[in-house]
Structure formats: C-alpha cells, structure tokens
C-alpha cells in the first residue's frame, strides 16, 4: 500500500470544503498538503497546514505553477470554475507537469456536457482520478456493508434504499444562483443522495456501476426561500434574487434499477432540502433487503451538550459543533469528528493510496459522469412531469444536451415563488 511514500496534494479552492479535507488530511498517514491556488482563504488555509504539521501548503499564483511542484491536484473551487481550472491542468501535464493523481470534489459537473468535457479532458492528461463523493466512503456505510455481507450472500442483495442529504441553506451566495452552481438543492446535494443509495443496493462484489439505472421520476419545490420574508432574506444576506431566478429548496425521487444478470428491480429513493429545520446538517440513510435492513442518522451522536438561555451568550462557535449548525441553545448534538463520519477521511486515504500505486480511486471521474446524468435526468423529470426512461437510446441522446431549466435561469416557470 505505497508504504512509507508520500502524496503532495495542492488545492485548488481554500473555502468551506477545502478546510473540512485539510482537517481529514491530518487524520491519513502519508499526505501532505503541499500548496493552494484560490483568490480567497488561501492564508488561512496555510496557517492551518503549518499549525497542524499538515505541510508547507505553499501559495501559488496560478495553477500552472503549482502543478509543477505537486503529486496531484484537488479541485475544491465552485462549480462553475471546474472546467477553466480543468483544463488548465491538463495544459500544464502536457508542458510537462509530473501529476500521479487529480480529484474532483462533487458535483463533477452541472450538466451533462460539462461532465462529458471534464471525463475527456482527464483522458487526454492521462490523468488518474478521483471523483470525490465522500458518503459512499463513509464508515457507518462501510461498517453496515460488512456486517451484513453473511446475510446478503444468504438472503439476496438489498432491494430498497432511502438517502436523504438535508440542512437549513449554503454558506456561500454562489450555491444559491442556480445558474452558477448548477440548479438548487438537487445539483448540490441530491448527487450525494443518489450515489450513495445506488452504491448500497450494488450486490456485493460487483463494480459501482454494476445496477443498471432504468428509470428515474423526480419532483423538485421551492418550499421556503421562495416566500417573501426568506426570498428578501436571501437576497440581503446572499445577494441572489429568488423573484427572478429562483432555485429549489426541495427534491425527491425515486431511481429504478435492473440486475443485469438476474433481471431483479430495485429502487433507490432520494430526498434533499434547504429548509430543514432540525440542529443542522442530517445524513440518513436507510436500506433493506429479505430479512435485513440498517439505518444510518447523523444528527444521532454519543455526545450531547445543553446550552441553557442563561448560558447561551457565551457559546465559542456553533459550527464547530455540527455542520450548518442552526441552533446555538438546548439539547444539541456534537460530531466531534465531522470529516471522518461524512468519509472525507477514508475518500483521502483511498486517493493517497490509489495515486501512489499508479491507480484511479475507487470512484472515477467516469464514475462521477455517471450521478451526473443521473441528476440531470431528475431535473428533465422534475421539468417535464414525466418518468424518464433511461433504456431508450432518445432519452440518452436528449440527456448529453440538456440543461434543466433552474439551471438556465427559468426556475419560475417550474416552481412557486410568493
Ligand atoms: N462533499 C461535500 O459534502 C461538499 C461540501 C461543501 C462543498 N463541496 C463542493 O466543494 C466545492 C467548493 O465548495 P465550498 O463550499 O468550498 O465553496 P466556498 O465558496 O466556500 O470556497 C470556494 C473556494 O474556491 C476559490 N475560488 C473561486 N473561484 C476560483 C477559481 N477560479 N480558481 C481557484 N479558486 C477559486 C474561492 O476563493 C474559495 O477559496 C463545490 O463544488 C461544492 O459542491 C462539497
């Protein structure tokens, strides 16, 4: 397992994500954050590599420069910077730039063609990659996975999975301009949800891809940021007017696949929002087959605090608590290890180990083309008010152009604005 060797990874982005897979840096033997490139945060993102033993990260001014003196590149930039930084790299391996490795965070891309672009343009570097989607890593998924490995060969594969990604709204304005990010709650989070429900019905043993996904129906709802006090809100605090170009805050559907060897269908069930209103960011998932099942809930946590009112004023930091924290009183759960329970620290681990021994991670960019047009069918499902079937080659040929309509700055003709 590349022993004893070293990945040097440099940055690209020193915002929210960037920080969250430092701090799982530290946690993998043999990773080195070595640089970043990022118009914002990058000083802060330095002072913490070198507080935590985490390396140099050394500043650089562009991504051609950095890509000389590091093993691989980690795009934790917005989305809509995916492809200008993609294909920078790409022209800096052709110049000569030695890369083992390149990661993507999710979402690949926001349409179809972009993903199409990114996969091609890694291609051509002869680039191993990596797609980030930290909850197939996650350790309550592996654990679940593997404790009921006896039951699964006994009993058959699990036939129904429920994933859900929720908190109460982004951090940054971008995410909320669905022409930037790429569409509301569905680009964003929903990729996560769909990845991770696909990846716990695949039968055991066989590759990510193994279940054909056959169909896909889907709703998406502007259930809260469209009302007059929060599209105001939003647009003061964010800058994004929802009354002109709104996204959704709200998502749900249901994926279908078919077992190429045995025929069996089974279904993947999704759900995502910007209008939770619970302590802060949830993960749960749930999934069964005959005579088995497991439930994985975030916001259930060993450890609680209670601030009570009188002690309220003097809570530190809230976020530190809980991810997208909205309550700083109360009974409240503490993930006191955030990056390791969402499985940033075991998607590094894999990457470091995969580039060092001359290998793609376990989740391609391929891979990551793949939930993309899973999600991009969601949203031609969502626009059209119709299950989409996967199986006709039409279908497939639509998808490779499509932009759903949030995503082109026509939300309003799909969702309810106050
Ligand atoms: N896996 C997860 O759960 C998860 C969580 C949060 C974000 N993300 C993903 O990570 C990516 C970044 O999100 P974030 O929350 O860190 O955003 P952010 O806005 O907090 O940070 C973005 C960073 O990128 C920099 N940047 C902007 N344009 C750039 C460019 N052209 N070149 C280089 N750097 C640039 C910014 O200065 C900033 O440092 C997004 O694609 C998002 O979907 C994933």
């Not at 592996?142 to 490995?149: N, T």
């Not at 058959?156 to 982004?170: Q, Y």
């Not at 809230?318 to 309550?327: N, W």
Request: aromatic share 8%.
């Amino acid at each position: 397992m590349a022993n004893g060797q070293t990945l040097r990874v440099g940055m690209v982005g020193a915002g929210f994500v960037a920080r969250f897979q430092a701090r799982a840096m530290t946690e993998v033997r043999g990773m080195e954050l070595s640089g970043v490139v990022a118009p914002e945060g990058a000083p802060e993102l330095q002072a913490y590599a070198k507080q935590t033993g985490l390396g140099p990260c050394t500043i650089y001014p562009s991504v051609t420069e950095m890509a000389k003196h590091v093993d691989a590149i980690a795009i934790y930039c917005p989305n809509f910077a995916r492809l200008a930084v993609m294909e920078e790299i790409v022209a800096a391996v052709k110049a000569g730039a030695e890369l083992k490795g390149l990661i993507c965070e999710k979402p690949l891309a926001r349409n179809v063609a972009e993903a199409k672009r990114m996969v091609a343009l890694a291609k051509e570097a002869n680039l191993k990659t990596a797609y980030f989607e930290n909850q197939i890593h996650m350790k309550p998924i592996k654990a679940a996975l593997a404790q009921l490995a006896p039951q699964q060969r006994t009993m058959g594969p699990m036939s129904l999975t429920r994933s859900s990604e929720e908190h109460g709204g982004p951090h940054m304005g971008w995410f909320w301009d669905p022409t930037r990010q790429g569409g509301g709650v569905l680009c964003d989070m929903g990729c996560h949800s769909i990845a991770v429900g696909w990846y716990a019905l695949t039968p055991l043993g066989k590759p990510i891809t193994f279940l054909q996904p056959i169909a896909v129906n889907a709703e998406i709802a502007l259930l809260k940021w469209g009302l007059p006090y929060w599209r105001e809100k939003l647009l003061k605090d964010r800058g994004v007017d929802y009354s002109k170009t709104p996204g959704e805050d709200f998502a749900t559907g249901m994926i279908t696949y078919k077992n190429p060897e045995t025929g069996q269908i089974v279904k993947a069930q999704f759900t995502n929002s910007w209008m939770f209103e619970k302590q802060g960011l949830r993960l749960f998932m749930d999934g069964m087959g005959p005579g088995y099942a497991f439930e994985v809930n975030t916001l259930i946590s060993p450890l609680n605090v209670f601030i009570g009112d009188v002690a309220a004023e003097a809570v530190a930091d809230q976020e530190a608590a809980l991810e997208k924290a909205t309550a700083s009183r109360g009974l409240l759960a503490v993930q006191y290890n955030e990056a390791d329970l969402y499985g940033y620290t075991d998607e590094n681990e894999d990457a470091r180990n995969a580039f060092l021994e001359g290998r793609d991670g376990l989740l391609p960019l391929s891979y990551g083309l793949e939930i993309t047009k899973l999600v991009t069918a969601a949203y031609m499902s969502a626009d059209m008010k119709k299950t989409i079937d996967l199986t006709d080659p039409q279908v497939q040929k639509e998808l490779d152009t499509y932009i759903p309509l949030v995503q082109q700055g026509r939300g309003k003709e799909v969702l309810y604005v106050g």
